[in-house]
């Protein structure tokens, strides 16, 4: 079992959906939780993070982690075309002076006028 | 803002070749990191380094090598370039001391580099 699961897609919705997009892991270690956004031969930015269980929502944005599962989501409301991109998960647990991310192989996302 | 540049967004060279990509930022960063991301297989991490003159290797980094001489400036070394190396790399840095802390990472636009 990998250790982060994340269907890559294409998920396509058409202007206005809710829109929610899951990744699931094994490792019980993992405390901080990330999702980043990247458009089309672009880097990675970071979109949400959360630390530990429960909601964070930021506009349309929502994170959610249910540890419990080894479970997060992030749900976009209202979606636009300006939403249309791919959207990677990523994690790490903190325990020394620094800490490397493992990350899901994202999820592409089309989002249709 | 935190800004994470790489030398090259584009590279062209052929196999066998000796291949340098630079990356700098400008956040006083102490980790720094460098990923491949191919279609299928998601990022995957080469190297990372958390100090000057410091370097660890990530998941995949046979074929590779990394310099740090400054705390700023972060470069992969591909010894003798291959064409399975063809590949998007993106650098990313983080701090310990940083109001997210060290577990957010912020990238550059990457290098897409085709070895022929």
């Known amino acids: 079992q990998k250790e982060v699961e994340q269907d890559p897609g294409p998920l396509s919705v058409p202007e206005g959906a809710i829109v929610s997009l899951n990744c699931t892991y094994s490792n019980s270690a993992f405390q901080y939780f990330m999702w980043y956004r990247q458009y089309s031969r672009k880097g990675p930015e970071l979109l949400m993070y959360t630390y530990s269980s429960g909601n964070k929502e930021d506009g349309r944005f929502t994170a959610q982690v249910d540890k419990s599962s080894k479970y997060i989501s992030l749900f976009i409301r209202d979606s636009q075309p300006s939403d249309s991109a791919t959207y990677l998960c990523?994690?790490?647990?903190?325990?020394?002076?620094?800490?490397?991310?493992?990350f899901g192989k994202g999820t592409m996302l089309l989002v249709s006028p | 803002d935190v800004k994470v540049t790489q030398s090259s967004r584009y590279l062209v060279k052929r196999t066998g070749e000796k291949v340098f990509l630079e990356c700098v930022q400008d956040?006083?960063?102490?980790?720094m990191f460098w990923y491949r991301q191919d279609p299928g297989l998601g990022l995957r991490l080469i190297y990372f380094s958390y100090d000057v003159k410091m370097k660890e290797k990530g998941d995949i980094p046979e074929g590779y090598s990394v310099s740090r001489e400054k705390k700023e400036r972060f470069s992969l070394i591909l010894e003798s370039a291959s064409t399975n190396q063809t590949s998007m790399y993106l650098c990313?840095?983080?701090?310990?001391?940083?109001?997210?802390?060290?577990?957010?990472?912020?990238f550059g636009p990457g290098t897409r580099l085709l070895v022929l």
């Open positions: 956040m006083d960063h102490e980790n």
């Open positions: 990313a840095s983080s701090s310990p001391h940083g109001d997210r802390g060290q577990e957010t990472q912020y």
């Open positions: 990523a994690m790490t647990n903190v325990d020394s002076g620094y800490s490397t991310l493992t």
